[in-house]
């Protein structure tokens, strides 16, 4: 099933590794929006035309604040932090790709500035690390929040919008 926009076909696309989508992908289906499982270099979901053309905007889903200073903190090789966004920023940015992180709690911010997250990074460092990364890409990267039951409907929405700008350049 493909949805028309202007007469144009498209889908979004899942990151294959996206793991508890399920809310999102039940109302993809129950409005009848077309999606479709595929691996993504970066970010969890992207929209393509049928003619597989896809702007260049991606959305990494973060379903908590928890997890986004797990991913910034993630320990690689030898016990050192390979900060996984900062790697998904400069992936972004080889093809001038915009990303938006999108987290699953409208109170991330606030809970952010108190230091409540499960990690044993110095609080201070923590929201230094996440504003400078929106300081230093401003272009590549922006950070927002919806409740959770509106996830899907952003995605959609700003994704179609999205491709909507972007063709009117093609």
Aim: aromatic content about 10%; some cysteine; charged content about 30%.
């Amino acid at each position: 099933m493909v949805l028309i926009m202007n007469k144009i076909n498209y889908s979004i696309i899942s990151d294959t590794r996206e793991q508890k989508n399920l809310h999102i992908l039940k109302v993809f289906e129950k409005h009848n929006i077309a999606y479709k499982k595929e691996k993504l270099d970066f970010g969890d979901y992207a929209i393509e035309c049928e003619d597989g053309f896809r702007p260049k905007l991606v959305i990494e889903r973060k379903a908590s604040l928890d997890e986004l200073v797990g991913n910034i903190f993630e320990k690689c090789d030898e016990g050192i932090s390979c900060n996984r966004i900062h790697k998904e920023i400069i992936r972004c940015m080889s093809t001038e790709t915009r990303m938006i992180i999108l987290i699953e709690d409208p109170n991330w911010y606030p809970k952010l500035l108190k230091g409540e997250f499960k990690s044993n990074a110095n609080k201070n460092s923590v929201v230094g690390l996440i504003l400078s990364l929106i300081a230093k890409y401003p272009y590549y990267l922006t950070i927002m929040s919806v409740d959770k039951q509106y996830t899907a409907s952003f995605i959609h929405r700003i994704l179609r919008l999205e491709l909507q700008e972007q063709l009117k350049f093609r």
